[in-house]
């Protein structure tokens, strides 16, 4: 997958592996990070993903600190978790993290492409994905029921 090995600012291939567990777990525990320009992220194995060739393709299955799964940091925070869904039920998409540099300043963590708005050069998240297929069948179940 073209750039998975490189830094996503400045695509230097000078990185380091760092095992750095975060606060409350919500950063994964290894962190890669550019000797050029000292951006650090979460890497990420192409493999993983449901194209490797891809460089936005989704992940096969959810990762292990996935924002989805029970027990998550972010749906800690409920007041913010609940606006979370809210924004997601009204057509809003959830984007992956992995790859993206690691920002503690601004609120989601992380700095995605053009503050976001580029979604063409950011994943889908694999938790989110699965979550909106449950509630599509569930939706559409509960209709089948409805017109029995
Ligand atoms: S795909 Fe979703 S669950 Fe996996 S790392 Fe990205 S944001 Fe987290
Ligand atoms: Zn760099």
Redesign the pocket.
């Known amino acids: 997958m073209k750039g998975a090995d490189q830094c996503p600012r400045c695509a230097s291939r000078r990185t380091i592996d760092i095992d750095a567990p975060s606060p409350n777990g919500f950063y ?1 525990r290894v962190i890669r990070g550019c000797r050029n320009c000292e951006t650090i992220w ?1 890497p ?1 194995d192409p493999a993983d993903t449901i194209d490797p060739d891809e460089r936005y393709a ?2 096969i ?3 292990n ?5 029970p027990g998550s940091p972010e749906q800690g925070d409920t007041a913010e978790w609940k606006k979370t869904m809210a924004s997601l039920k009204a057509g809003g998409q ?5 790859g993206v540099p690691i920002e503690p300043k601004n609120e989601n963590g992380f700095a995605y492409p053009a503050d976001g708005k580029n979604t063409a050069k950011m ?7 699965n979550m909106w297929g449950q509630n599509m069948l569930k939706q559409s179940l509960e209709g089948e029921v409805t017109h029995a």
Do not use: I, Q, T, V
Request: aromatic share 24%; glycine share 4%.
């Open positions: 994964a979460e990420f989704s992940f299955e959810p990762c600190n996935c924002a989805f799964r959830f984007y992956c993290h992995k994943r889908l998240c694999r938790g989110f994905l």
